[in-house]
Nanobody, 126 residues
Framework: QVLLVESGGGLVQAGGSLRLSCGAS????????MAWFRQAPGKERDFVAT???????DYADFVKGRFTISRDNAKNTVYLQMNSLKFEDTAIYYC????????????????????WGQGTQVTVSS
């Protein structure tokens, strides 16, 4: 049983920055890939970023150079630093944990993740 809780969302102006946090309870996140997805109103849930158990990072093209994912295993926490925010970044952001331990590759699909947080709202004003 895993509980993921996102925090740090809010209202920011275009060009601003925000840092999201995802705290995990129930088990250590160390052997798992962790990821951020987002869902805008009327849209499907999209992959944003992931960091594997070994520290490999991958990003969706629309956030490369602007967002940075990181993890602190000692704190059982994953972060998403978002810079140069755009109106199009407005969405609910979800934290997720992979279904398997020490997986090879870099998972980008929803099916690769078993546990999900309830999400935190990010609103960017233009």
């Amino acid at each position: 049983q895993v509980l993921l809780v996102e925090s740090g969302g809010g209202l920011v102006q275009a060009g601003g920055s925000l840092r999201l946090s995802c705290g995990a309870s129930g088990r250590a996140i160390t052997p798992y890939a962790m990821a951020w997805f987002r869902q805008a109103p009327g849209k499907e849930r999209d992959f944003v970023a992931t960091i594997t158990w070994s520290g490999t990072k991958d990003y969706a093209d629309f956030v490369k150079g602007r967002f940075t994912i990181s993890r602190d295993n000692a704190k059982n926490t994953v972060y998403l630093q978002m810079n140069s925010l755009k109106f199009e970044d407005t969405a609910i952001y979800y934290c997720a944990q992979s279904a398997t331990q020490f997986s090879t590759g870099v998972p980008r699909t929803e099916a690769s993740y078993r546990y999900w947080g309830q999400g935190t709202q990010v609103t960017v004003s233009s």
